[in-house]
């Protein structure tokens, strides 16, 4: 299928957007109005611009209020959409976006509207052009697809068809299996946005929170297969408002919304819709190898917080079990957790790389790279595992590594054991998840990169009030839970004002016992984060837990959270460097959380200790 | 009245937000619950803070589903309930707050409900301590403070009483006047908060868009009115959730909280309330004194920008007046409009200082620090007048001037008027409005600013979408639009991606004949901002105007813009340095807003002529 983007999705002039789809790899545009009103280029320049680029226009959007309407604002409707159209032919467009009335001028009247639409379509004719008409999900008269469609057959022209928008028609709910009803001649495009599901009025929904498919919660794909099942063999358009992507990079918002189109068109592959249109369709991309859990995280840790990272790991139960043959990377284990700390990074300490564990290392890579995962190239020795990685919005490295003892290909084969700085274990057998600050600019996209790349779903999504500000934190993990990986935002990009620990990562290891586990830890001088006591109050207070329970918690400076499902304790360390910790956590039962009602109570505590910090260093 | 503000208004510790509740003067604040646990301080260590800071605790909060419920549930809740007494003991405060339930544990059934608020109160009253009841505006069976107030009749008891929150309140709409005959030993609280007119969910609504009073839409002053007039005698108590607030510096926010309930007192003077309250009320705010116009607008200039800014003022129109007798500025005017140009500041070019004609400076100048507006020392010379400013919360300077000829206190005099640089006028005569880029962080603080130090009411409010993302544009004016101030900001705080004009600022001077104006100004070579081609052949198409007159405005790089009241033509100049350029308006009929809708094709133009000089400058 033909690939399209909406200008009004990207930042910039109409030239940074064209330069960025064009980058993108799409293969036609919609031209929104406003961005071409305020281009310094003549329609001629623009045109002559998008086929140096490649790309063609597919649409010229939006024409609004023209339809059912009295002979005075008609006349200045047609005049107006004369205008249009002569524009049109200089931009090299045949398809104009008729959006269906939001006028008080507008009345109440389909024979009027269509009546007026035909007369519209015969000057489009005339001009060798067609009007797709749409129907507003908050339009006056006309504000569901079914409507538009009576209205476009009642019309009758054959330069007349329908413009179907997912946001308009999902938003609305209703039954959408109609749509395969319609004439697929009639089907003049589509429009395809995602979206949250969020209770506000629905022009201001459209307006500041659509998303690209794969990004909210409307199913795209069911949605695409009535259309495609039709007839329809037109462009998919991305057409996405949002504040976020309206101010980011456009280059980087077009990589994004070309990756949610490929993945839509896979998940359409895979409901075996029947995919037309003029030309061959894209290689296909291999399917996601489901991920066996985490091979290792790495660390880059920088030589000021090194020796902590390594005292805290071996009190937490990890041994030093080998050295990189060519790097200063160590290996540290302890169950099937493993961590490496790289110290030849040249970084501050953060966590530098998250790596999957999958049957096929090369399928998932070229996978990665076919939904525009940019490829990092990787320095290695003589004999050393090929180990490919591409980089996730945040800039982690994600590699994909099947572990194997014996096995040459194996990365831990690049790995000398020198079975040195072993530790007694404390239970921490495997890693939990991995929880990540994103960067304002993407957070929806890191959903999208993890969703396609690894096949990870979103799970838990919740907002929090934090010492700073609000955070959204949200899960994305494989069905089994064997690789989880938390991604934290703000929900307001973060200004001068952040005395906490601003980005913050970490790595949750998993126990089946997490108060033995606390006490050997603490024993061992591992640097548990001291809780407030009024948070053990509170959780009394609140719950009534077993008093010896509670006790053992506080002992053990263990939180506690449950749902429905199941419980989960868990205790944090403190701060290494300036923004990475440890967590270790016991799920009970089916809890499906990450805890992150007690993420306010460690940011205040890490300030704490960084306050106590700052004192005992000060004069 | 005593001023207390909830923790849960300010950004960052426990400690973070009673240090600036106290040094904002507060006189006591409420403590949000989820501060309190996240803190390491025990209640103990809290109050004393408190008490150290001079701050009073009136209010813990909240506490939340407790009534008509189940016998078991109910169990659990009282013992919830003791729990937090004791608490509360430790941290020195008499009332919790108590919303109405939102659990699906809750049924409806007021005699249940009205029997276990009175059990509660009873509780409570055992430990000296009294419940206030609040109606939250989402509550499951009561949402309403009338049915709020008819439970606590029914219950009886005379610990529980009512607490009483504006948002709640007049988020529903409906009448408040029944407040009044509420009896005054059951209004145990009163929390305040103002909020913009949003169509969504009344709970996302309260938690992420609430604002000091003065900064929204509701009317504060009826409201509170009501209040005091049943007899309500406790504190005037901010209660604020917002997304921006939470991650503000505190103390700049807390001075915002402030200023609002000054000026909120000053309303309620003005309505003649009886103030009543333990103590003596503040020193008298005196009065705004209308503003008369703008005195002078002030200009940083730096070396680069210098001669291009004062070549544009000559070839506007401006005549080189006069020059300071001690420092580096130069005074330029046309008609009333006068320019200060000051290459001393040391400042990249912006502007430094709005100066605004009034009956008496020094009143307005007690009013202002009086509103915590931050005074500003300036070195002036023997027998120079004594101008007294204050910094706006962008930092521009606001100076309170009167203008005399041959008055020793005027500002000009001391000016030694040179008479040199003379240029013939092109009928700018005044100053129309001043526009000024704030900070993310400051919008709504901006307008509380100017809306209490200067008086000046806000006016037409718009959002529009331009190249960079959305920008959200609110003029605020004396009734007689004679100080105009146009407050422009981004809608999210902008990242890494701008590559348009930063910060825009400009100057908008009126004329009575833009056509006129805009050719003398283009024959002497003003620089003014050349528009796309494509914007003119919109006018035409979407408003069908004269052709002479679309070709005049073509020619003359004249904008246009008219609502129900009248036309608003105008024409911008190009970026002088890296911010600031001039507008030249005429506004015909009663048109009152001031050209958003072309702000648009403004930026866009501004980043062509940008991309067109590097391009010149290039290689």
Chains 1, 2 share one sequence.
């Not at 930042?11 to 310094?40: M, Q, Y």
């Not at 959409?81 to 524009?87: I, M, N, P, T």
């Not at 032919?89 to 009345?107: I, Y």
């Not at 460097?577 to 505590?605: D, L």
Request: glycine share 8%; proline share 5%; aromatic share 8%.
């Amino acid at each position: 299928m033909r690939r399209s983007i909406a200008t009004v999705c990207l930042s910039g002039t109409l030239e940074d957007k064209l330069e960025a789809a064009a980058a993108a790899g799409f293969d036609g545009v919609e031209i929104f109005e406003n961005d071409l009103i305020a281009s310094p280029r003549t329609p001629e320049q623009v045109r002559r611009h998008c086929e140096e680029l490649g790309l063609s226009v597919d649409l010229y959007q939006p024409f609004r209020d023209f339809e059912a309407v009295g002979p005075e604002v008609l006349r200045h409707n047609l005049r107006r959409a004369e205008h249009k159209f002569d524009l049109m032919r200089r931009l090299g467009t045949d398809t104009v976006l008729v959006c269906s009335s939001v006028s008080p001028d507008a009345v109440d009247d389909d024979d009027l509207a269509a009546e007026q639409l035909h007369l519209l379509a015969r000057r489009a004719h005339e001009h060798g052009l067609r009007v797709a008409y749409e129907a507003l999900a908050w339009g006056r008269h006309v504000s569901t697809w079914e409507h538009s469609a009576r209205i476009v057959e009642r019309a009758g022209h054959a330069a007349l068809g329908l413009c179907l928008d997912s946001f308009h028609v999902l938003s609305r709910g209703g039954d959408i299996a109609g749509i395969r009803d319609v004439p697929a001649e009639k089907l003049f495009f589509l429009q395809l946005a995602d979206a949250p599901r969020l209770d506000m009025n629905v022009l201001q929904w459209s307006r500041h929170h659509r998303l690209f498919p794969g990004q909210g919660a409307f199913d795209l794909p069911a949605f695409v297969e009535h259309v495609l099942r039709a007839g329809y063999n037109g462009p998919l358009s991305l057409e996405v408002f949002n504040d976020v992507f309206r101010q980011s990079a456009p280059g980087r918002a077009a990589v994004d919304a070309m990756r949610s189109l490929i993945a839509l068109e896979e998940q359409l592959g895979q409901r075996r819709t029947a995919v037309t249109g003029g030309r061959p369709g894209p290689a296909r991309l291999p399917s996601a190898p489901e991920p066996a859990g985490y091979s290792f995280v790495e660390l880059a840790v920088d030589d000021d917080s090194a020796p902590q990272v390594s005292r805290a790991l071996a009190a937490m139960g990890f041994a030093h079990l080998g050295q990189h043959r060519s790097k200063p990377v160590q290996l540290w284990q302890q169950g099937t957790a493993r961590v490496l700390l790289n110290g030849g990074a040249g970084e501050r300490t953060a966590v530098s790389a998250l790596a999957v564990e999958t049957a096929d290392p090369v399928r998932s890579a070229r996978r990665a790279e076919m939904l525009l995962a940019p490829a990092l190239s990787r320095t290695r020795g003589p004999s050393e595992a090929d180990l490919t990685a591409v980089a996730a919005p945040d800039g982690t490295s994600v590699f994909f590594c099947r572990t194997g003892a014996g096995d040459g290909t194996s990365w831990l084969s690049d790995f000398i054991l020198t079975g040195t700085g072993h530790s007694a274990p404390t239970g921490l057998d495997r890693i939990d998840h991995v929880a990540l600050a994103q960067p304002f600019d993407s957070f929806d996209e890191a959903t999208l990169f993890y969703r396609s790349v690894l096949g990870l779903d979103p799970q838990d999504d919740t907002e929090y009030a934090a010492p700073y500000g609000l955070v959204r934190s949200r899960a994305v993990s494989d069905p089994g839970r064997r690789v989880r990986i938390v991604l934290d935002g703000t929900v307001l990009r973060r200004g001068a004002w952040v005395p906490g620990v601003p980005d913050p990562q970490h790595i949750a290891f998993a126990t089946d016992d997490i108060f033995t586990c606390a006490r050997t830890m603490r024993e061992r001088g591992a640097p548990l984060l001291a809780v407030s006591d009024n948070y053990y109050q509170d959780l009394d207070a609140r719950l009534g837990l077993d008093p010896e329970l509670l006790a053992a918690m506080r002992a053990c400076r263990v939180l506690y959270d449950r749902d429905g499902r199941g419980e989960f304790f868990h205790v944090y360390t403190e701060v290494f460097g300036s923004r990475v910790f440890f967590e270790a956590v016991q799920r009970v039962g089916g809890y499906t959380g990450h805890g992150a009602v007690n993420a306010p109570v460690r940011m205040a505590a890490h300030r704490a200790a960084r306050q106590g910090g700052d004192r005992s260093a000060g004069p």
